[in-house]
């Protein structure tokens, strides 16, 4: 087991480079990554509901 004095010593350390990170920008690469995913999120959301739709629309006939 960890003293809890090392241990908030390794939580402060963890927050202060956590914090750091959290504050640096999103590089242009992972950003067009990210768009095209959520993109893609939403072209894979449109089929499945006309995959939906459709078989509502079959049963109902």
């Known amino acids: 087991m960890i ?6 010593h ?5 927050r202060r480079m956590y914090d750091a990170m959290i504050r640096e920008p999103v590089p242009d690469r992972f950003r067009l990554l990210l768009d095209r995913l959520e ?3 939403g072209a894979e959301d449109s089929l499945q509901e006309k995959a939906t739709t459709g078989a509502d629309e079959a049963g109902a006939v």
């Open 3 to 8: 003293e809890p004095v090392l241990q908030a």
């Open 10 to 14: 390794i939580g402060k350390q963890l």
């Open 39 to 41: 993109e893609g999120e």
